[in-house]
T-cell receptor, first 112, second 110 residues
Framework: GEDVEQSLFLSVREGDSSVINCTYT??????LYWYKQEPGAGLQLLTY?????DMKQDQRLTVLLNKKDKHLSLRIADTQTGDSAIYFC????????????FGRGTSLIVHP | DAGITQSPRHKVTETGTPVTLRCHQT?????MYWYRQDPGHGLRLIHY???????DKGEVSDGYSVSRSKTEDFLLTLESATSSQTSVYFC?????????FGPGTRLTVT
């Protein structure tokens, strides 16, 4: 079945780059998403990438997709304390259900 | 972000009591979803809707029912609340392949 895996924690220093990784198993994935959840809030859609793209950049965020290895990453440049949150990777297959499958989330901790 | 509200935002109820949570959207999105979020389990889909009066079950639908009589409203009902249903409940909506989440409802069943 479909599965999305992420590491649970990442700790970085303020000003450094953060790279959050995600692997998925469904080779038919068409859309891959990154969400951010701050404490006490809902998930905020940060960005998404279509499977026919290798990279997408949006200000401090860079998404890289390696379809061969089924690996997705989110790079946050110049990480700030306000970036501390849980980041969820999700994927949606091109056939069958349109329901995304979510990873368990990576807790990003930014130290001053 | 999509205009999505959830009510109530917090609720404490007793075991055996029926509870209804409401999700309201102003974006005219076709799809609506109910998730629960629990430590160690991540997000789990309860029910979803792909149109007015069109709903289907998710992976953890036992003990829950839903209704969607208007595009903008999606109701989640716990017929007889149990302590295992203590959780944070999120509604999400989307036009097609995107999902936008509401702020959540924290439900405690004592």
């Amino acid at each position: 079945g479909e599965d999305v895996e992420q590491s649970l924690f990442l700790s970085v220093r303020e000003g450094d780059s953060s790279v959050i990784n995600c692997t998925y198993t469904d080779s038919s994935s068409t859309y891959l998403y990154w969400y951010k959840q701050e404490p006490g809030a809902g998930l905020q859609l940060l960005t998404y990438i279509f499977s026919n793209m290798d990279m997408k950049q949006d200000q401090r965020l860079t998404v890289l997709l390696n379809k061969k290895d089924k690996h997705l990453s989110l790079r946050i440049a110049d990480t700030q304390t306000g970036d501390s949150a849980i980041y969820f990777c999700a994927e949606r297959a091109s056939r069958g259900s349109y329901i995304p499958t979510f990873g368990r989330g990576t807790s990003l901790i930014v130290h001053p | 972000d999509a205009g999505i509200t959830q009510s109530p935002r917090h609720k404490v109820t007793e075991t055996g009591t029926p509870v209804t949570l409401r999700c309201h959207q102003t974006e005219n999105h076709r799809y609506m979803y109910w998730y629960r979020q629990d430590p160690g389990h991540g997000l789990r889909l309860i029910h979803y809707s792909y149109g007015v009066k069109d709903t289907d079950k998710g992976e953890v639908s036992d003990g829950y029912s839903v209704s969607r009589s208007k595009t903008e409203d999606f109701l989640l009902t716990l017929e007889s609340a149990t302590s295992s249903q203590t959780s944070v409940y999120f509604c999400a909506t989307g036009p097609t392949y995107e999902q936008y989440f509401g702020p959540g409802t924290r439900l405690t069943v004592t």
